[in-house]
């Protein structure tokens, strides 16, 4: 019986990922989205997004948690904001899930082309930043689809 506990313990990390297929879109109810109160003006003003960013080790747990992650592989996941900063997303709760490096082809490297696309199509005035935020928080795969097109089917780590 001593043994029982301690074989768990140290296989916890197979035991708990068993059967866990990462998500290529977050759950709506988890995660359906959050922005700061922010204009265009202010999210294409260079270095905006690393002086919102701010999310806590301790926040990042609790989004690994709230999706049923207990041992998250190292470099597995990046704690993602759904609307990206740079669009005006917030570091709420609300705003934030773990997507894989590693599903593919739509995987966290791609999304931040998306984001990066969007954010540069909100400053040009070519996409309303309201539009940019709706398209991302409601399906980021489709939203990527209609900016970007389709991606040619590569391994994940050609993404980068």
Not at 38 to 60: F, L, M, Q, S, W
Not at 119 to 138: G, M, Y
């Amino acid at each position: 019986m001593f043994w029982f506990p301690l074989i768990v313990w140290l296989f916890w990390p197979v035991i708990s990922s068993f059967g866990f297929e990462d998500r290529l879109l977050p759950d709506p109810q988890l995660t359906p989205g959050d922005t700061f109160d922010v204009t265009k003006e202010d999210i294409c003003v260079p270095g905006y997004a690393k002086r919102v960013r701010n999310v806590p080790i301790a926040v990042k747990r609790e989004v690994y948690w709230r999706y049923g992650i207990i041992h998250p592989e190292p470099h597995h996941y990046e704690i993602d904001h759904l609307i990206p900063l740079g669009l005006g997303g917030s570091n709420s709760i609300k705003n934030l899930w773990p997507q894989s490096y590693w599903t593919s082809p739509w995987n966290a490297y791609l999304k931040d082309k998306l984001e990066y696309k969007l954010h540069k199509l909100v400053c040009e005035n070519i996409v309303d930043l309201k539009e940019a935020q709706k398209a991302i928080a409601t399906n980021w795969i489709e939203a990527y689809k209609k900016y970007m097109g389709i991606p040619e089917k590569r391994r994940s780590y050609e993404y980068r």
